[in-house]
């Protein structure tokens, strides 16, 4: 709010000459990371400064902890989509200047961790020169627009919506000219960044952009694939014979919670209006303009879009809208969500083409003994040159496929130690994580490398009760901060501290619900013990077709 004191945060932004800062002077120097207030201002370049914190238990002569600080890259896929050169590019760019695997992310991104500053410039300009970017991966604006993957063609539905997608990512990226001369002078790349006109750089955002990160979404009613209720704002495409009338606008969705501050919570979005094709741009304009001259700038925990409507309501917030866009909303078309395909396995295009969809176990793209995925990847890539897309659930879809690559395809995964979906349970193949340990630095404890584990004990008891067939989401994250979307799931564990963690319980598929706390502080090995008797009960006490989070929901929630 304009008469709010201003956060840290703010004054760095403020002050940066839109995002300048001194991050060229840093480049250049020899010194192994970022100074404080610049680690602020990478963020909207795509960056986050982290260190390994396994390597903090390793003692070094003094008998001192040594800190390895390096950067997290996140190259920004509106979509989810790419290139198979674009895949292959990346792929050889972190083992060349980073840590040897990526990492895809429930935001459709490509994420690469244990970049060396002094290797983060030349990285930045390969991912460029690729025809990526990471401008507005990270920081207070928008972040990156999802959208359903699928390359479903047997009507204009799914290309409609991922062309406003990427309508979307190019209205709002930020205008400053301070991308191209940190990281691109001299590039060809540098041509494809459009700049303001006149004496406003940055006509959306403003000299400090947005009070905290801002996520846009588009979906199917009938196949919230992205998850558009978790997001800041969310569009549901409402169709009718191959056509799109319009989308349903959702608003105020957003996970983050500040451990111990109870005015943090969870947040699924709320319908806003219904609004034809034509108008989503300036609607969008409207409301981020809202949070940005609205949104709460004093306290960064309390700065998502989330809590100005919980502030407000949501007439007053509607109506704040109305006038910045310039007349009346209608209320929202009564569609709803309805459906959840996760697009993995064997599809037909209906182009005469193909598309599969590869399950990647919270999203890491490695090789290992006895497990070759990137390996794999690699010579999918290079003997098909498929188009690729991301998916909201950490995995690839190789599509434009001709019809006889099915059995080329399943040897090469089959002699790389892969499995194939039919080799997967239901459970791992609806279970995620965020990364928590050992990089991010607002890990309290495991996420990633724990749920593979997790998920065989779970499989286990699962096949004794015969429920091994039921599909359910199972999302892990190494702290309140939701990055996974545990709180909109049928099963969400989040850590509380360390080895122990929060169970949530129903939620569903569908991602329009939140989840409620079932046990709080529970140790990791303690946590299927506790889920079992709750599927005990769920096998002898379900409705004819209930799902695992519909029946918690229905029994457990109090």
Not at 280 to 291: E, P, R
Not at 485 to 496: C, E, K, Q, T, V
Request: aromatic share 8%; proline share 5%; with cysteine.
């Amino acid at each position: 709010m304009a008469d709010e004191p201003l956060n840290s945060v703010e004054i760095i932004k403020a002050a940066s000459n839109y995002l300048r800062g001194t991050i060229a002077e840093e480049l250049d120097n020899d010194k192994e990371a970022f100074e404080k207030a610049t680690t602020q201002l990478i963020k909207h370049h795509g960056m986050y400064q982290q260190d390994d914190r396994d390597a903090r238990n390793v003692k070094v002569p003094g008998g001192k902890s040594q800190r390895t600080n390096s950067v997290m890259v996140r190259v920004k896929l509106p979509g989810g989509k790419l290139e198979g050169r674009q895949l292959l590019g990346m792929l050889d760019l972190c083992e060349e200047l980073a840590g040897e695997n990526i990492r895809l992310t429930n935001r459709q991104d490509i994420q690469v961790h244990f970049v060396r500053k002094r290797h983060v410039r030349q990285f930045v300009r390969r991912v460029n020169e690729l025809g990526l970017t990471t401008l507005g991966a990270c920081g207070d604006v928008e972040r990156n627009v999802l959208c359903c993957p699928a390359p479903l063609r047997h009507d204009p539905i799914h290309d409609q919506m991922q062309q406003l997608a990427d309508a979307l990512t190019r209205h709002l990226l930020p205008r400053t000219p301070a991308y191209k001369e940190i990281w691109l002078q001299g590039s060809p790349a540098a041509e494809r960044y459009p700049v303001s006109e006149g004496d406003e750089v940055e006509p959306l955002y403003g000299k400090n952009y947005l009070p905290r990160k801002f996520k846009t979404a588009v979906a199917l009613a009938t196949d919230n694939c992205i998850d558009a209720y978790a997001n800041d704002l969310g569009f549901l495409a409402i169709a009718e014979n191959g056509q799109i009338l319009g989308y349903n606008v959702v608003v105020g969705g957003g996970f983050g919670v500040t451990l111990g501050k109870k005015d943090t919570f969870p947040a699924v979005a709320q319908k806003l209006t219904f609004v034809k094709p034509d108008d989503v741009l300036d609607l969008t304009t409207a409301i981020i303009k809202v949070q940005r001259d609205y949104g709460f700038r004093a306290d960064r925990r309390r700065a998502r879009m989330k809590y100005l409507l919980a502030d407000w309501g949501l007439p007053r917030f509607k109506t704040q809208v109305e006038e910045y866009f310039g007349r009346k909303l209608p209320d929202p078309h009564p569609a709803d969500v309805s459906g959840f395909d996760d697009h993995l396995g064997w599809h037909d295009q209906g182009d005469g083409r193909w598309f599969y969809g590869l399950n990647v176990e919270n999203g890491r793209v490695l090789d290992r003994e006895g497990f070759r995925l990137k390996a794999a990847i690699r010579e999918i890539c290079a003997r098909f040159d498929p188009k690729v897309r991301v998916t909201a659930h950490q995995s690839l879809l190789f599509i434009d496929l001709a019809s006889d690559a099915q059995s080329g395809i399943e040897e090469i995964l089959h002699r790389h130690g892969v499995k194939t979906l039919e080799q997967i349970s239901t459970v791992r193949r609806w279970s995620m994580a965020c990364v928590a340990l050992p990089t991010c630095p607002l890990a309290v404890t495991e996420s990633e490398r724990v749920l593979p584990g997790l998920i065989d004990q779970l499989e286990q008891e699962l096949e004794r009760l015969g429920l091994s067939k039921e599909a359910f989401t199972t999302r892990m994250t190494g702290c309140p901060n939701g990055c996974a979307r545990p709180y909109n799931a049928d099963i969400g564990l989040s850590g509380r501290t360390k080895d122990k963690y929060t169970i949530y319980l129903g939620g569903r598929r569908l991602g329009d619900r939140l989840a409620f706390v079932y046990k709080d502080i529970v140790p990791l090995a303690e946590i299927v013990p506790t889920l079992v008797p709750v599927f005990t009960r769920f096998k002898a006490e379900r409705q004819n077709g209930e799902t695992f989070g519909d029946f918690c929901n229905r029994v457990l929630r109090v």
